[in-house]
């Protein structure tokens, strides 16, 4: 082994077997003197947070080193990392270059995907449709409904003799390795044929791994595999094309050309999916270059377009999607915002997985948390995140403008003083102490996370009011208010709408629906009408392009304010 001082000067280039350990393991990969630890990593297929990709931003991207300490920091270390995780080895992949074997531990982000996997119901309101339908079929015939979203895949098993959901699974989007966002992954498709077509089979792949399971279980109790001769698909527009292994460099520039966000239909031979060669493989069709199938399966799930009055839906995921009817017009938009509330440029932020904070209060006795399944937190999610800033607000630890005051000026603003003395300042920047923990940094809120929270929710709310204001009306004039995606139903409505969120509504119009994209795509799998039904949803369905109207950075600073 070679001394620590000339191991980590190298020249950069020299191609090599290195034996990288990850978690445990150990294997032999071919790595390029200097190599960036993380383009390794994605290259090997290790899922790791990424937000910024690679950039050196958001610092979420920490490997433990465990058998090489010496490693020099990085500058971007010393900024992001504290000092409780530099002596525990401690780095950041996007900034660690590799010169020799290494052995790591990649931090833990065990998805708790049982949210995302609960086992939901149709709409009464559709089940006398979709049976008629059914009773028409006498041979065992079985679909497959997939939602392919940005961060998570889920997937739909149905008997289409009976309408009976057989199984229900969600997996993490592996296009993840590559870049966490949708405009990342256009970036990488447009590099090479090469990296479009991994694009491609990493999301087959996830889809057949939940296919291959069923039948797994299938053979297990003894009974024949499943005859799957239906797959229905929605996502967003880039998912959708991205699955079909089609261009995707259209996306990044209005005008967007209807064929790619078209719904299209083929057969199983056609496809490289684990299913009957004669099967029909539907992709639903999306409404705009940034409003998908996922929306059109949303509309028609929440049965948007047959309500009277006004009605106004969203799905907050990686991106905010919504949709205004009325009077028959139906109008959508698409925001970015889902960084913030899914973790990413959060200085804790984390998923909802064990260890994160999900609910926040405080009052003149302390701070009350709410933790997933474990008495220590570990960070915040986005439900967390949001009660936690409408908390500041309401007992003033934060003004209307969004800036964290400083203890002694909080106190003297008659703030408990129980509440005061966890307002620190670090770094040149204020954060809340959300909780302490023994020989660890605490868990905070930051000034920086403030103001992270700010730009989504202020898009979020810009796009709606924009959407309001095409048609004349007000947000107190909205009779119905659905709130779609997972992080909706784990949402505190009043907490939403305090800090900007979500409209000023009365409670009772707002309805949180959960996965509507995947509810609406089982019920198109299971009824050519509900399939007929998408197709003219989204043809009726106009995207607003906010990008090109001059009113919206005006709104969305507007937004921006508590």
């Not at 995707?248 to 239909?265: C, D, T």
């Not at 049965?303 to 839906?313: C, K, P, Q, R």
Request: charged share 20%; net charge negative; hydrophobic share 35%.
């Amino acid at each position: 082994m070679e001394s620590v001082s000339c191991k980590w000067s190298k020249q950069k280039g020299i191609c090599r077997n290195m034996y990288i350990g990850i978690d445990g393991g150990k294997q032999c990969i071919q790595v390029v003197e200097g190599e960036n630890l993380l383009q390794v990593l994605r290259r090997e297929g290790v899922i790791i947070p990424a937000h910024c990709g690679g950039k050196g931003n958001c610092g979420k991207c920490k490997v433990q080193v465990l058998s090489d300490k010496t490693i020099p920091y990085s500058p971007k270390d010393l900024q992001l990392l504290s000092e409780t995780e530099r002596q525990q080895g401690y780095r950041l992949a996007c900034t660690l270059s590799i010169y020799d074997d290494l052995q790591i531990r990649v931090k833990e982000e065990q998805e708790q995907l049982t949210r995302k996997s609960t086992t939901f119901l149709l709409p009464e309101w559709c089940l006398a449709t979709i049976h008629n339908q059914l009773q028409e079929r006498i041979d065992p015939e079985y679909g497959v409904a997939f939602d392919i979203g940005t961060t998570t895949v889920v997937g739909m098993l149905w008997d289409n003799t009976n309408g009976r959901l057989l199984q229900i699974e969600a997996k993490t989007n592996p296009q993840r390795v590559v870049a966490t966002d949708v405009i990342g992954r256009i970036q990488y498709s447009m590099e090479s044929k090469e990296k479009k077509e991994q694009l491609y089979h990493l999301i087959i792949t996830c889809l057949n791994d939940m296919i291959q399971g069923w039948q797994t279980k299938r053979r297990e109790q003894g009974c024949e595999p499943y005859v799957i001769t239906k797959v229905c698909i929605v996502g967003n527009t880039t998912m959708s094309l991205l699955a079909q292994n089609q261009e995707v460099v259209q996306l990044i520039h209005p005008p967007y050309p209807e064929e790619f966000y078209m719904g299209k239909q083929y057969e199983g031979r056609q496809t490289e999916l684990m299913i009957d060669d004669q099967a029909q493989v539907y992709y639903l069709p999306g409404i705009g270059g940034h409003v998908g199938s996922d929306i059109t399966a949303m509309m028609l799930a929440t049965n948007l377009v047959h309500l009277e009055g006004i009605s106004l839906a969203i799905d907050i995921g990686t991106n905010g999607e919504m949709v205004l009817c009325k009077d028959g017009i139906y109008k959508s938009c698409s925001t970015a915002a889902g960084p913030a509330f899914e973790g990413a440029c959060i200085h804790f932020g984390m998923r909802a997985q064990e260890g994160a904070i999900e609910a926040v209060s405080m009052n003149e006795t302390g701070v009350k948390l709410q933790i997933i399944r474990s008495k220590e937190a570990q960070g915040i999610c986005g439900s967390g995140l949001i009660d936690a800033i409408a908390a500041l607000l309401e007992v003033g630890l934060i003004d209307s403008s969004g800036r964290m005051l400083e203890m002694d000026e909080a106190i003297a603003c008659g703030v408990p003083k129980i509440l005061a003395t966890r307002m620190q300042k670090k770094e040149e920047q204020m954060q809340f102490v959300l909780q302490y923990r023994y020989a660890k940094d605490p868990v905070v809120i930051t000034q920086q996370d403030v103001r992270e929270v700010q730009l989504a929710k202020g898009a979020i709310a810009a796009g709606m009011q924009i959407l309001l204001q095409e048609e004349g009306i007000t947000e107190k004039q909205v009779d119905h208010f659905f709130l779609a995606g997972t992080f909706g139903s784990y949402l505190n409505t009043q907490n939403a709408i305090r800090i900007g969120l979500l409209p000023n509504l009365p409670v009772e119009k707002i309805h949180s629906v959960g996965n509507a994209a995947g509810v609406g795509a089982s019920m198109a799998l299971l009824s050519e009408v509900y399939q007929k039904e998408c197709n003219s949803i989204a043809k009726q369905t106009k995207q607003l392009e906010l990008s090109m109207r001059s009113e919206f950075q005006e709104t969305f600073l507007q937004c921006m304010e508590f």
